[in-house]
């Protein structure tokens, strides 16, 4: 699939079809993440395939309910957790991606304001991997609402590491809308923030 | 280009042709990023281009030397600030991503343990931006290591939004090589971390 074709086309999918989903098709989505550029090439992504439908199970329910003012609601992605074939969480190692290389005192010391870039690295992968996903004709929705340390011992995720995101992986049942987007002139300015 | 190509293709670039670049290549890249998902549609994402000379001048003087154990070595990235005909800085509003739809007191309340989550959302921008520069015949490097309050002055980034991360951008004057990545299997397991 062309690159922008893809870029445009990919929609978040919330209702997946039970089509079992090939292991092939899964290696292509790890392999894009794998290719992704990252903070002094630190790679400090990792990825847990779930298929086990207990460990599957155990993961949705860790989904976190949505405040709004006046009432709770549940995490729209909810839905997509039921009977998806497969759900890729992916975790960071910390202390690698933002850090300079020294580390005194076995601690890392980080370069800039924004302390660890490891979400900022996950999600360049992350990227790449929805969209290798859509290409092979799988559906994704990126999940950041969901209780990570929860999943960190569901997962055996050791000391070192973190849960960041989960996606589900399948056949999409339907084709998805996209939710209107910002026009350019609302976000690009010129020289200076805002003009 | 074919999606597969592009992301395995992409490489990052730290020297620059004078050659212009074209407007309509520029918003190309502009478009591929605004059509990212984000937390709930939030769109933290800003785009400051930056073609006037004095201040690519000012930007490239943030650019972060990076601590070895013994000493300070200038950023890789410095040489591809040189000349470079355009510079991308990515800001972010922050209090959107990653928060409920809730703010009592007028702060917003985090969903997660994550708390902002302006560094995945961001990612995910720029990483469909540097792919849909590369299918241009456009080099980028993604910077990190550069001091962002001093960036949020030079281009008057407003209260409540911050400077992110940069990339120059402009014709590669070499075709730059892959850095070695890890092999799948130390970078994924199934069902459980490390498994």
């Not at 790449?128 to 995720?157: R, S, W, Y």
């Not at 339907?174 to 939710?179: C, R, S, V």
């Amino acid at each position: 699939m062309d690159l922008f074709e893809a870029i445009k086309s990919r929609r978040s999918i919330r209702r997946y079809k039970t089509d079992p989903v090939d292991d092939k098709k899964i290696e292509t989505i790890l392999d894009a993440g794998r290719w992704a550029p990252s903070w002094g090439n630190t790679q400090c992504w990792r990825f847990v395939v779930v298929r086990d439908a207990a460990v599957k199970a155990k993961i949705a329910d860790t989904l976190k309910k949505i405040k709004l003012p006046d009432k709770e609601v549940p995490n729209p992605a909810s839905g997509a957790m039921n009977n998806v074939p497969v759900i890729i969480v992916v975790c960071a190692r910390i202390g690698s991606a933002g850090a300079g290389h020294g580390t005194p005192g076995g601690k890392p010391e980080y370069v800039t304001d924004k302390g660890d870039w490891f979400m900022f690295d996950v999600a360049l992968a992350v990227q790449n991997m929805v969209l290798a996903a859509h290409a092979q004709g799988l559906g994704t929705v990126i999940i950041g609402a969901f209780d990570a340390p929860q999943v960190e011992k569901i997962l055996n995720v050791p000391e070192g590491y973190r849960a960041v995101t989960l996606f589900p992986l399948g056949v999409p049942e339907h084709e998805g809308k996209a939710p209107p987007r910002k026009e350019l002139s609302e976000i690009v300015s010129k020289d200076s923030f805002g003009k």
